[in-house]
């Protein structure tokens, strides 16, 4: 089964949930609370956040976290690079990785047209989508994909 790694969905989920408060800082143990995830959890996600441009912190005891920029600044790819690096569906499609059968391979010049379209959503979609129900007519009118490509998504 193909899916996100379980550190880049929580912190879609953190970085989201501090979408809401319009910049005020929000501390830690209510980010767990509001998310339902663990404090050690939430720190570890939040420090990859912070490291990656996604989360300001400020110490102290008024301190806490809130979003670098406006949520409808930043995309879904900004994300989830500061937490995993980036998106590559196969192997062949990671810049970093080599494939042993790539001189042969058939099939990859699919897998990067489909992993350009995977990141082009990534890259469009912002925080501030997600915090709303997205339906698939909204996520094609968002990335504005040509219309073979829309095709395929709407059957599916």
């Not at 897998?111 to 339906?135: A, G, K, P």
């Amino acid at each position: 089964m193909l899916r996100l790694a379980r550190l880049a969905d929580y912190g879609l989920l953190i970085a989201s949930s501090l979408a809401d408060p319009g910049g005020e800082l929000v501390k830690l143990e209510q980010v767990a609370e509001q998310t339902n995830l663990a404090i050690p959890t939430v720190r570890k996600v939040m420090k990859q956040l912070v490291d990656g441009g996604v989360v300001r912190s400020e110490r102290g005891v008024k301190g806490g976290y809130c979003l670098a920029s406006p949520a409808h600044h930043i995309s879904l790819a900004k994300v989830l690079t500061s937490l995993e690096g980036g998106v590559a569906l196969t192997d062949c499609c990671d810049e970093d990785r080599l494939c042993d059968v790539m001189q042969a391979c058939t099939v990859h010049a699919n897998w990067s047209v489909i992993n350009q379209t995977v990141n082009e959503i990534f890259e469009r979609l912002t925080l501030h989508d997600m915090r709303r129900r997205l339906s698939k007519l909204d996520v094609i009118q968002k990335v504005r994909v040509d219309s073979d490509v829309m095709a395929v998504v709407l059957e599916g």
